[in-house]
């Protein structure tokens, strides 16, 4: 079954970090681009960054300096970890497979909740 | 970055009704848009790509279209399943950024 499988929910303090997986079955996951979105309770969906099949990756802006996005290709495994987090980053965190076909999101995971409060 | 401007926030229908949802960019982008379905509790899931292309496995009730940087899309006759909310979303250049959402209600 093609599908995307997240790891369970996080509960951080202020200024702790959060490693957040991803496991990819039921495709070549060596090619496709991995993506993490995140989505904040009752608003829009922003997305943060990729890894692509070479191990490049590509952080939003916002996130530089504090966002890593790794993948072990062997275990199609891709990883998200965000450091120095506020209440603000409470959110449901999404991994997402980008087509490049159809340049959109065409698979995804079913969302990790982390929640960043003292 | 790109902006996307989705309306209406809110959306009141029955079913069998034809409703239209709008995005407005600002910068043209050719046709690197997508629309989003996401039900509550869920992940998001892609029903059009590219503007006017529909999603294999997506019902043809939907469909999407573009002028300039107008974006809509249209659900022609409403099911029960098609409540939920709808996104758009710029791939055209980072970061890819969304519209605010339509939560399309009965």
């Known amino acids: 079954q093609v599908q995307l499988v997240q790891s369970g929910a996080e509960v951080r303090e202020p200024g702790a970090s959060v490693k957040l997986s991803c496991v990819a079955s039921?495709?070549?996951?060596?090619?496709?681009?991995m993506h993490w979105l995140r989505q904040a309770p009752g608003q829009s969906l922003e997305w943060m960054g990729w890894?692509?099949?070479?191990?490049?990756?590509k952080y939003s802006q916002k996130f530089q300096g504090r966002l890593t996005i790794t993948r072990d290709t062997s275990a199609s495994i891709v990883y998200m970890e965000l450091y120095s987090l506020r209440s603000e980053d409470t959110a449901m965190y999404y991994c997402?497979?980008?087509?490049?076909?159809?340049?959109?999101?065409?698979?995804w995971g079913q969302g990790t909740v982390v929640t960043v409060s003292s | 970055d790109i902006q996307m401007t989705q309306s209406p926030s809110y959306l009141s229908a029955s079913v069998g009704d034809r409703v239209t949802i709008t995005c407005r960019s600002s910068?043209?982008?050719?046709?690197?848009l997508n629309w989003y379905q996401q039900r509550p509790g869920k992940a998001p899931k892609v029903l059009i790509y590219?503007?006017?292309s529909l999603q294999s496995g997506v019902p043809s009730r939907f469909s999407g279209g573009r002028s300039g940087t107008n974006f809509t899309l249209t659900i022609s006759s409403l099911q029960p399943e098609d409540f939920a909310t709808y996104f758009c979303?710029?791939?055209?250049?980072?970061?890819?950024?969304f519209g605010q959402g339509t939560k399309l209600d009965i």
């Open positions: 997402a497979r980008f087509d490049r076909y159809s340049d959109s999101f065409d698979l």
């Open positions: 039921g495709h070549t996951f060596s090619s496709y681009a």
């Open positions: 890894s692509n099949a070479v191990n490049n990756v």
């Open positions: 910068q043209t982008m050719t046709t690197y």
């Open positions: 590219a503007a006017s």
């Open positions: 979303q710029q791939s055209f250049s980072y970061p890819y950024t």
